[in-house]
């Protein structure tokens, strides 16, 4: 089963990423923010794929793609970036961290679903 | 010229308000926790109907007429989808009064703690302003912002920018 670790520092958005991800069959780990995702990846979890909100206490989003991005086996594992943040500056940091996708909300969860298959394929 | 009397009632004026801000946060939080958890239990829900379809060697087990019946969960999948789309707004809000009451926290902060001719208290006054402004999630609300306390250079209003941001909710790009 394919394992994806959701990391948004609001309860009401992980439970909604949650209810997404589990209804296609997905297995959900959740993180309330990128030092607790950090630690999770760290105590390896291993997992297919992060969705990561950006602003978050203690460790924003972009810093721990790059963090994720550093650790040898997290290295090819999917990280797909989940904001309001719009601009093309904040994607492209994103993208330069080593992000795979930016997604602004709300999103669709019949969107975010198919783009999860697409990536995750 | 403002007295010290009146300073500190506005900068008690302003930590009532953001005491009110986060009374409504807060109250609104159990509802909105209830309907996640209702959005949770309807799509599980439709899981196990699903599954009860897939596993049924008889169709009519299930439903007289399989196909309604398929278009009954598909459409309800679809509410549920929307219904999770819409939730999305109440976290967009909560962060914005958020960073609306750290602004208003240190504008009372600044009240209760300066005097108003002092001289250095321009570039704080600014410096909160410009803090408050990196903060806000969207070009509308730097707009507003902008046209209520305009930076000191003058604001630049860009439509087609905010038009482009509420056209971008929902988008996803794959690099």
Not at chain 1, 10 to 26: F, I
Not at chain 2, 22 to 45: F, K, N, T, Y
Not at chain 2, 61 to 84: E, T, Y
Request: proline fraction near 5%; charge should be negative; hydrophobic fraction near 40%.
């Amino acid at each position: 089963m394919t394992r994806i670790l959701a990391v948004d520092d609001s309860p009401s958005m992980r439970q909604m990423v949650g209810v997404t991800l589990k209804s296609a069959g997905y297995e959900v780990l959740e993180a309330c923010d990128g030092q607790e995702a950090l630690a999770l990846a760290k105590g390896q979890a291993a997992v297919d794929l992060v969705i990561t909100d950006v602003n978050m206490p203690n460790m924003d989003g972009i810093t721990l793609v790059r963090e994720l991005r550093a650790l040898p086996h997290y290295r090819g594992v999917p990280l797909l970036v989940l904001t309001t943040e719009a601009s093309a500056e904040k994607k492209m940091e994103g993208k330069a961290a080593g992000a795979t996708g930016w997604v602004v909300k709300p999103f669709s969860p019949a969107r975010l679903l198919a783009t999860i298959a697409r990536i995750v394929s | 010229m403002q007295s010290p009397a009146q300073t500190s009632e506005a900068a008690q004026a302003i930590a009532a308000a953001v005491a009110q801000i986060e009374l409504a946060v807060r109250e609104v939080q159990h509802p909105v926790e209830q309907l996640g958890q209702l959005i949770d239990e309807m799509s599980a829900g439709l899981g196990v109907l699903r599954t009860a379809r897939r596993r049924s060697v008889n169709p009519d087990g299930v439903a007289v007429f399989p196909d309604d019946f398929d278009r009954a969960v598909d459409k309800l999948q679809k509410q549920v989808n929307g219904s999770i789309t819409q939730l999305q707004f109440y976290d967009r809000l909560v962060q914005h009064l958020h960073h609306v009451q750290d602004y208003l926290s240190g504008t009372a902060g600044e009240l209760a703690s300066r005097s108003t001719c002092d001289p250095q208290s321009t570039g704080v006054w600014t410096g909160l302003r410009d803090r408050f402004r990196t903060r806000l999630i969207s070009q509308s609300q730097r707009q507003v912002l902008d046209a209520m306390l305009p930076p000191p250079g003058g604001a630049d209003f860009d439509s087609e920018q905010a038009r482009g941001e509420c056209a971008a909710q929902g988008s996803v790009e794959l690099f």
